[in-house]
């Protein structure tokens, strides 16, 4: 009876023995589940990631201010022969290359400006819709002439008297929807046009005190708005 004691005492402790490792294997990986849970709470890198963007954003502040102060280009520069010979060569060329071989081309001296004229057959083609073609094409001399210099030097291109043709319409119909506004009380928003259209009406209209004129829209589709005096 004594030996069976002693064994029963034994196979007990060994029990125990037993479930107290169980326990500590259980509660190793207890432990190890908890200590990724302190990483969370890191704002040090959310910081970081805001200064980064911090310093992003003053990078391009910094190359728009060097943008606004980069030397612009000084208009009225003295027209001189090389930029006449250079609109006409350039205008010439591109005019012949549009399907009108015959089309004669003259630059001269304007005093503020390089004129060129063109004449000859098909001029419709030349001025395109509401002069589009022709606003393209003296845009595209312009920065011929101007290439790889500080000023600027304006270039007028016209053909049949275009120009002042589109202009007095214009100005007749800036009146006529001057008149509307003030009849209907109700603003105006005229068609597409280009900068120099556009300059057209606002000058046209800038000595009235109950009407204003504005811009809205973005390149190519802005337009003139007429509209009342607040």
Known sequence: QVRERKAAESAKKTDASKQNNKNTEIEKPLIKKEQPAAKKEQPVKKQAAVQTSDGETEKQQETSKQQEQAPKKERNREVTEKSVSDAQYFAENVIHMMGLPEAKVEASNGGSAVD???SGERMGLLIGKRGDTLDAVQYLTSLY??????????????????RAKREETLIKLAHSLERRVLRERKPVT?????????RIIHSALQDNDRIKTYSVGEEPNRKVVVALQD
């Open 116 to 118: 060129v004229e063109v």
């Open 145 to 162: 002439v101007n290439r790889e210099k500080n000023s600027y030097i304006k270039v007028n291109i016209d053909t049949e008297g275009y």
């Open 190 to 198: 005229l068609e597409p046009m280009s900068p120099n259209e556009r």
